[in-house]
């Protein structure tokens, strides 16, 4: 998903300022999906060179000024139109750097190797805990099945990780 299109989303609820787009997004999101200043203010640059937000300069309260961004014509046009879409994108992928070293993993000493399929292992086990309890926070419908989907993908990389370790000879920890 393109964060532009989130951004345009909220936009096209009310007019923010960047920091109110950032909580919004997060307080959206959760922890599925972080983002950072350094993506944020790039995207609203860009957004409003294609003429999608403006944005206007106002004096904030503790006499700093701030960018209010908002929704133009065209850019509820192109919102709606990316929503209506029938073949968006999706990110099954395994396009990540820990994939990769896997096919480089043979240069280690095996304790090496094993070490970090372990730490690995633990992590995935971690972000599972964090998204289970996720699920049984109060919410929107759409972020609980959001992060149901996300502990779909987990189970899925926690079953990889334990086959991996059999191919390698590598006793596997508990799931």
């Not at 006499?63 to 192109?78: C, D, F, L, M, P």
């Not at 599972?128 to 609980?144: F, N, W």
């Amino acid at each position: 998903m393109s964060l532009k299109f989130a951004i345009l989303g909220l936009l096209d609820e009310e007019p923010h300022y960047g920091y109110e787009i950032k909580q919004k997004f997060e307080q959206m999101m959760g922890s599925l999906w972080p983002i950072s200043y350094g993506q944020l203010y790039p995207t609203l640059r860009k957004l409003a060179e294609e003429k999608l937000v403006t944005m206007q300069t106002v004096q904030g309260k503790k006499a700093v000024e701030k960018n209010v961004y908002s929704i133009t014509n065209s850019g509820r046009e192109r919102f709606l139109r990316w929503l209506g879409k029938k073949d968006k994108k999706d990110q099954l992928s395994i396009k990540d750097e820990f994939t990769l070293s896997l096919f480089f993993l043979h240069r280690l000493e095996k304790q090496q190797a094993v070490e970090l399929l372990r730490l690995k292992a633990e992590d995935v086990k971690n972000r599972e805990r964090t998204y289970s309890e996720e699920m049984r926070s109060h919410g929107p419908i759409y972020k609980k099945l959001l992060t149901r989907k996300m502990l779909l993908y987990i189970q899925a990389e926690q079953a990889w990780l334990q086959e991996v370790m059999v191919e390698i000879n590598i006793d596997c920890p508990e799931a």
